[in-house]
């Protein structure tokens, strides 16, 4: 880890997680996906050569202690309920957590949001996405399909606006955050939410 940005990767409870994979995993199988995906994921992230930090923020006490292991900060994920006007629990306001413990400890750094799902994360894949950010305000990376966000980023002196979730993309795109023209081939973009995803993971 040798660049400038700060990489916050959300991950809910394992046993929460990835609920479309109810259906083709029990949930003691499921769990063990979310965790080795978010390890996978946090792995790649730390091997940029553009990032120079990685904080994870989950409640899910298992991954914590891995990921501590593998030297990644971590976040409890927020449980109270937001201001009004703040985000929604869940990744929203796991990122924010994220991005505030990031700037309260490095203010001037950009920072970035990568979702735990992305098990098949080229290092330098996710250094060429974040080098095109560089060259805005806010901006983000679609998924495969077009519709979901797999790199969420501001940089100096500005704050996130996360709008994870189904049609995540639209919804970061309404909120200033350009969409960065990533090749669909790129492992940046492929992220795990369905059974063909798995597959194809």
């Known amino acids: 880890m040798t660049g400038g940005w700060w990489v916050v990767v959300p991950v809910k409870d394992a046993h929460r997680g990835k609920s479309r994979l109810a259906g083709v995993l029990d949930d003691t199988a499921r769990a063990a996906l ?21 904080v994870l923020v989950t409640p899910d006490a298992d991954l914590a202690a891995a ?36 700037r309260a400890r490095t203010p001037g750094a950009p920072v970035a949001v990568v979702p735990g799902d992305l098990p098949r994360l080229d290092p330098a894949d996710l250094d060429v996405a974040l080098a095109l950010a ?29 709008r994870f979730g189904a049609g995540s993309s639209g919804r970061h795109a309404d909120a200033g955050h350009v ?12 992220d795990v939410d369905e059974a063909r995803d798995l597959q194809e993971a």
Do not use: C, I, K, W
């Open 34 to 54: 979310v965790r080795s995906m978010a390890l996978d994921t946090l792995t790649a992230v730390r091997a940029a050569r553009s990032v120079a930090g990685v």
């Open 67 to 102: 990921a501590d292991a593998l030297g990644v900060l971590v976040v409890d994920e927020p449980t109270s309920t937001p201001a009004a006007g703040g985000p929604e629990p869940g990744l929203d306001a796991a990122a924010v957590a994220g991005a505030a413990h990031v």
């Open 134 to 162: 560089a060259a805005h305000d806010h901006a983000h990376v679609p998924d495969a399909a077009g519709t979901g966000t797999t790199l969420l980023t501001a940089t100096r002196g500005h704050r996130l606006r996360p």
């Open 179 to 190: 969409r960065l023209d990533v090749p669909v081939t790129s492992t940046l973009r492929h």
